[in-house]
């Protein structure tokens, strides 16, 4: 028996892959389902099934290409509707993967199909619990997501969850091994741990929720108290993952297609393509075609196309590094932006090379906004972290505007009043930048390397927060 966690960053997704006896099972797959199929087949093992712990929200599973590809059934937990044929298990229900079995264990809160699998070894001592996103590492899913598909409350769904945890998971061996859908970074939980792997008995000890005196009441108010609104898109992953996608294969088949500058034009002009720069912030910066939104693949890439752009069918036509296209496509394919008309023949260097306009963000560097703000500390800073970021500790005065709610704060920008723009390093506050310049706002600068540099110089930091004050005040 083989157990593998296939963990990807951007996302905070772990998929996993199980073999024995020439046998292997994939749980909750990404987009992309080559690299499985490579990978059995380096092994001598067939695809017998493909898992799901319910209809995800943050990105598009790769199960209906991996079934249509290998033949293996998809396999969801009680609850299920997809629009497409699986196997809907029973609670209870084992599935015999070589000389191991996998039981479906129905845990509802999360959403009504959540399911975790536990695997069974061949002598029948309970191993590992595939927990999808009932539990966490430190943390247990939000139990706001599917409030309108379940007909019920946050609270309500929050009291199925605590019922879940307490019957079906905290009673199962402390020696079993928790392999979870996600960590750190995710915004399926609020306060997941870096670490991606544990056991039952450390997670009775250690997680919040997990706390054998709580009652159901204490576990209500605790997993609902400071939720985040969840990202945009997560609705349409959740249609997607429910009722099918186009195929991986079609999507980059489309994408690749190297247009010249004459049919870029052509196409967005056409089209009304939002063009998608996915350079890095300091490439960005020194030039970029005008009305381009910069999200640097080198970053928290797919989450944040999935927050700022509102649309998954939102045609897209692409600026890459030599060699980034099929990179660009296959990761915002993994939140369901497939729509991708294609991307620029050459880069941004063949729309220089053909003469046409570009623009610039007015970028300088820690020090020289250290000299600026000294010489007049009165100036706006506009800091886009997360508001806990911003708690912690931020520039004196500084306005809290988070990346996230760049829609609904722009409008309180006053266009005849310089500001300075920062983040953490640079790579948020880049597309912010981006944005404002793509809405008509030329009236900042942006500081490199962010708070993280700004921190360095002789500017002066608090650490009480001062949210109240509007960009015009």
Not at 87 to 103: H, K, N, P, S, Y
Not at 355 to 380: L, M, Y
Request: aromatic share 10%; net charge negative; with cysteine.
């Amino acid at each position: 028996m083989h157990i593998e966690q296939i963990y990807t960053g951007c996302l905070a997704q772990g998929a996993y892959y199980i073999t024995s006896n020439g046998e292997a099972a994939v749980i909750d797959p990404l987009r992309e389902v080559q690299p499985y199929i490579d990978r059995a087949a380096r092994d001598g093992v067939t695809i017998k099934y493909i898992f799901e712990t319910h209809f995800h929200a943050d990105f598009v599973s790769g199960h209906l290409d991996l079934s249509k590809k290998t033949g293996a059934p998809i396999i969801y937990g009680p609850m299920a509707n997809p629009s497409f044929d699986a196997i809907i298990a029973t609670d209870g229900q084992e599935f015999l993967l070589g000389d191991v079995t996998i039981r479906a264990v129905h845990t509802p809160g999360h959403t009504m199909e959540s399911t975790c699998y536990l695997l069974i070894d061949a002598d029948g001592k309970e191993k590992a619990l595939f927990s999808g996103d009932t539990l966490f590492i430190g943390d247990v899913g939000r139990p706001d997501l599917a409030q309108k598909a379940a007909s019920m409350t946050q609270e309500e769904l929050a009291g199925t969850l605590y019922a879940s945890l307490r019957n079906k998971i905290m009673t199962l061996p402390d020696d079993v091994v928790v392999y979870p859908a996600h960590g750190a970074g995710s915004a399926c939980g609020k306060n997941m741990s870096k670490e991606t792997v544990s056991t039952i008995g450390l997670q009775k000890q250690t997680n919040y929720a997990l706390r054998s005196d709580m009652t159901r009441d204490e576990f209500i108010k605790e997993v609902t108290d400071g939720l985040l609104a969840p990202p945009a898109y997560f609705p349409m992953n959740v249609a997607l993952n429910k009722k099918g996608y186009t195929s991986f294969d079609e999507v980059k088949q489309k994408g690749m297609q190297s247009l010249s500058v004459a049919a870029f034009e052509a196409a967005a002009e056409e089209t009304g393509a939002l063009l998608l720069d996915t350079r890095s912030p300091d490439q960005f910066y020194k030039g970029f075609i005008p009305q381009s939104i910069n999200i640097g693949l080198n970053g928290d890439f797919a989450p944040w196309v999935g927050a700022l752009i509102a649309d998954v069918q939102q045609p897209l036509l692409l600026i890459t590094e030599a060699g980034k296209e099929e990179e660009s496509i296959m990761r915002l394919s993994r939140v369901g932006f497939d729509n991708i008309i294609g991307h620029l023949e050459g880069g941004f260097a063949s729309w220089v090379a053909a003469g046409k306009e570009t623009d610039t963000v007015n970028r300088i560097s820690a020090a020289s906004f250290s000299e600026r703000w000294q010489q007049a500390p009165e100036q706006k800073v506009v800091d886009v972290r997360k508001a806990s970021e911003y708690a912690a500790e931020h520039v004196n005065e500084a306005y809290n505007r988070p990346l996230a709610a760049i829609n609904e704060w722009v409008s309180d920008i006053d266009n005849n009043e310089h500001f300075f723009l920062h983040c953490a390093g640079g790579y948020r506050s880049m597309i912010a930048a981006s944005i404002l310049q793509a809405r008509g706002f030329r009236n900042f600068t942006e500081v490199e390397g962010g708070f993280g540099a700004i921190k360095k110089t002789d500017v002066s930091t608090s650490d009480f927060v001062c949210q109240s004050k509007t960009m015009a005040s």
